[in-house]
């Protein structure tokens, strides 16, 4: 009686901790990650300690450093990682995959810090940059300190864009190809079968879209999203997520798609666009252009890109019809310096794919840093890309 007892209190507890783990992943599902941190800090690893759960323990503290992780707290999350590997040695047998996937991480933890330390001048830049501005109303504030900003753009993040399960998308295809399967072999007829053909093509068309989308960042989705509203015409509700995605920014400025990548650049470069469109005064324009200038420079992971070309090349143009000589030409000249780049770093990666000794896999890095270029571009010739509009 006493070992089912003890069985059933086994069952019980491990019930307990499962329901409490898919409460804490939902909460981070969410972005409600302090909610998350509370589940997980205060109730579940206090009962693994309690029922000395060693392999429990560590995979708790996998998943606080994850959290820690999307929070921006990088330090916080290696000591947790480091926690968990402790764990894995100390129970030793059949723990090899927990240890190979918690060093990847580890691995992954100590790179995003050594990037977030070299990026400390540029997340600092973004931060003060987005505070000043407020893309809808035109305004510029150098001491401007937005507070209600961030707390909306807390609670927008939950429900801006529609996740579904990952069982409901395959639920959804798989009965999309029954039909299609019923549908050919009904009444089997080339007509049908060309059909059907249509129809997978487009439903896989739409998954690897949906696939791709589910990988994007909240900010970058914000970006694609404003985009599209400029492209449409509506400039106002372009400039309305455009601030958004200030917000979001404000919200977190360490977080990991803001330091890794360009997404807080192409928010500030896409509200340059609008107000190009829009033919807003030469002084907002020519203010904003600096500070994005100055965003680029503190950048030191960036590398070129086709976007930041398109940047230039716009204000290229924009300055040549304001008759500004010195800064059209400074910004031809950034064109012909980042074309140079983009089309320097195309010939390595294209010798790389060349190499049969080359068996690393590319950018196997979370980011590569750019080269500098020096005042090596006097008789360069190149095409200049069409205007973007």
């Not at 205060?42 to 820690?68: C, M, T, V």
């Not at 990991?256 to 997404?263: K, L, R």
Request: aromatic share 10%; hydrophobic share 35%.
């Amino acid at each position: 009686d006493e070992d089912h007892d003890r069985e059933l209190e086994v069952y019980y507890e491990s019930l307990y901790l499962t329901i409490l783990t898919q409460i804490g992943d939902l909460h981070q599902y969410l972005e409600e990650y302090d909610e998350a941190l509370s589940v997980y800090e205060d109730e579940l690893l206090p009962r693994i300690l309690k029922f000395e759960r060693s392999q429990d323990l560590g995979q708790a503290y996998s998943d606080l450093a994850n959290i820690y992780r999307s929070k921006g707290e990088y330090k916080k999350g290696l000591e947790l990682l480091e926690e968990a590997q402790m764990v894995y040695r100390e129970i030793g047998a059949n723990m090899e995959t927990y240890l190979e996937r918690n060093t990847e991480a580890i691995n992954e933890m100590r790179e995003i810090i050594d990037i977030s330390e070299k990026q400390d001048r540029y997340i600092t830049k973004v931060f003060e940059t987005a505070q000043r501005w407020q893309f809808t109303t035109r305004l510029y504030n150098l001491n401007a300190s937005d507070e209600r900003c961030p707390a909306k753009a807390r609670i927008r993040r939950k429900d801006r864009f529609y996740r579904p399960p990952e069982y409901l998308s395959i639920l959804s295809i798989m009965t999309a190809i029954s039909l299609l399967v019923k549908f050919t072999l009904g009444k089997p007829s080339r007509l049908r079968v060309a059909i059907a053909g249509v129809v997978s093509g487009l439903l896989l068309f739409i998954s690897g879209v949906a696939l791709s989308w589910s990988g994007y960042s909240y900010l970058d989705k914000l970006n694609v999203a404003a985009e599209w509203n400029l492209l449409l015409g509506k400039h106002e509700r372009a400039l309305e997520v455009f601030d958004e995605a200030r917000c979001a920014i404000l919200t977190n400025p360490y977080e990991e798609s803001v330091i890794t990548t360009a997404c807080a650049l192409d928010t500030f470069a896409g509200a340059i666009f609008v107000y190009m469109d829009l033919g807003v005064e030469y002084h907002t324009i020519d203010r904003l252009a600096a500070d994005i200038d100055n965003l680029i420079e503190a950048n030191s992971v960036l590398g070129p890109s086709v976007s930041t070309l398109t940047l230039y090349w716009n204000l290229h143009q924009y300055y040549s019809k304001r008759g500004d000589v010195m800064k059209s030409k400074k910004y031809s000249r950034l064109v012909e310096i980042e074309t140079k780049r983009l089309t320097d770093t195309a010939a390595k990666e294209a010798k790389k794919l060349s190499d049969p000794k080359n068996k690393k896999p590319l950018n196997k890095t979370l980011y590569t840093g750019p080269e500098l270029y020096e005042d090596q571009f006097e008789d360069l010739k190149i095409d200049i890309p069409r205007d973007r509009n």
